[in-house]
């Protein structure tokens, strides 16, 4: 018998985690609206064709409806921000911001979550510089108000990984056994495919796994190891002239990761990620993604997004309770006094439900409530500190 069991990597949110999840999410809109995004909405289910192209399919989870068509939950929300930007012919450019659950399958024994929100931008349209500039800066900002400790935003390419593959004559199969090693920042195995398949760049392949950190140093190293106008140059020159823009307040927390490998396969420019010491992984991803809408029959257009994992990013700030701002007070009432109950409720006042106030003061004490007043029909109230 299942039906009180959940399907695996799926699970309830309950009291301090709804709302706590719930807050961040609001926290995170209301940001990116004063920055002038405009919010869009779409569903949770699409047919499965919208992501073709755009992720390993072997992780959506995908259903037939009856007639017969494929359709999927959502892996991510930028492919149907592309669906609707070629359906409604809507006018570009624009600056969009999203929110909701997306949907992603992982072996069982891995223990990952399954369904998790998202929240993130799309910058549609606008010159590529500047958006990819907008892009860091709003997630800066939103980071820092956020309060998030100690974070960093680390910069890519994604022409590196793919000048390599071009360089390198690599099949599909190849292919993804480097973006592995790549990930898992494998210095013997990247070495070995240096070795097995030489080239002009073979000296540059086998430092990629220590190709991070600073920015001016990491670059200047990493120029020594190419041969003249080689094309991963350009990538590295696009790196170099978009960190210039931003102000020195926030450089100090960008870093540089060459071998950066993009969680979406259409990912054509700059990306970037944000880490925070106690966090495992990386709450925080996006980049430049200009032919997505080429698979919508629309023209090549100069595109910017990000997405954050809510869920990731409550689970550390809210390791332990917050302080709460007012203090919470149970009203204590009974038939005499309900007529004038409703003239103490404020933030951080709330009715009690129970009949006795032996029942009122238990529940008060087991949800760390501040005090339990009891109420008079004159209005007055006797406070018990708890």
């Known amino acids: 018998m299942r039906r009180k069991q959940l399907p695996a990597g799926t699970k309830?949110?309950?009291?301090?985690?709804?709302?706590?999840?719930?807050e961040l999410e609001y926290q995170v809109n209301r940001l990116l609206r004063q920055?002038?995004?405009?919010?869009?909405?779409?569903?949770v289910i699409e047919?499965?064709?919208?992501?073709?192209?755009?992720?390993?399919?072997?992780?959506?989870?995908?259903?037939?409806?009856?007639?017969?068509?494929?359709?999927?939950l959502r892996p991510d929300m930028t492919s149907p921000v592309g669906r609707v930007i070629a359906s409604t012919k809507v006018e570009l450019p624009l600056k969009l911001r999203y929110s909701g659950k997306v949907f992603r399958y992982h072996d069982e024994m891995k223990g990952l979550q399954n369904e998790f929100t998202q929240a993130g931008i799309e910058i549609i349209g606008f010159p590529s510089l500047k958006a990819e500039y907008e892009a860091i800066?709003?997630?800066?900002?939103?980071?820092?108000?956020?309060?998030?400790?100690?974070?960093?935003?680390?910069?890519?390419?994604?022409?590196?990984?793919?000048?390599?593959?071009?360089?390198?004559?690599?099949?599909?199969?190849?292919?993804?056994?480097?973006?592995?090693h790549f990930l898992n920042k494998s210095i013997t195995d990247i070495a070995e495919l240096a070795i097995q398949i030489p080239s002009v760049i073979s000296e540059f392949?086998?430092?990629?796994?220590?190709?991070?950190?600073?920015?001016?140093?990491t670059l200047a190293?990493?120029?020594?190891?190419?041969?003249?106008?080689?094309?991963?140059?350009?990538?590295?020159?696009?790196i170099e002239t978009l960190v210039t823009l931003f102000p020195?307040?926030?450089?100090?927390?960008?870093?540089?990761?060459?071998?950066?490998?993009?969680?979406?396969?259409y990912y054509t420019g700059i990306m970037f990620s944000s880490f925070s010491e106690g966090i495992p992984e990386n709450f925080l991803s996006g980049g430049r993604y200009d032919y997505l809408f080429k698979r919508f029959d629309l023209a090549q257009t100069s595109s910017v997004g990000w997405a954050l994992n809510i869920d990731t990013l409550f689970d550390f700030l809210y390791q332990k309770p917050t302080k709460q701002e007012h203090k919470k007070i149970l009203v204590y009432f009974d038939d005499k006094t309900a007529n004038v109950a409703p003239d103490f409720e404020q933030e951080g006042i709330e009715l009690s439900l129970f009949e006795t106030y032996e029942e009122t003061l238990r529940f008060a004490k087991k949800w760390l409530y501040d005090a339990v007043w009891i109420i008079d029909a004159t209005g007055g109230k006797e406070e018990v500190k708890l």
């Open 205 to 217: 392949i086998k430092e990629i796994p220590k190709l991070f950190g600073p920015i001016e140093q």
């Open 248 to 265: 020195h307040s926030l450089t100090q927390r960008l870093r540089v990761d060459l071998g950066m490998v993009g969680a979406m396969e």
């Open 47 to 72: 047919f499965a064709e919208v992501f073709e192209g755009s992720h390993n399919q072997e992780g959506f989870y995908r259903f037939f409806d009856n007639q017969g068509r494929l359709l999927t």
């Open 137 to 180: 800066l709003s997630a800066d900002r939103v980071l820092a108000a956020l309060a998030v400790p100690n974070y960093s935003i680390e910069i890519g390419h994604a022409g590196i990984f793919q000048h390599i593959v071009t360089e390198l004559h690599l099949d599909r199969e190849q292919t993804e056994q480097l973006k592995i």
């Open 221 to 238: 190293k990493a120029k020594t190891l190419l041969p003249e106008n080689h094309p991963i140059l350009d990538d590295l020159a696009e």
């Open 35 to 43: 920055r002038g995004f405009q919010r869009i909405e779409t569903p």
């Open 12 to 22: 309830d949110r309950l009291f301090r985690r709804a709302e706590g999840v719930f």
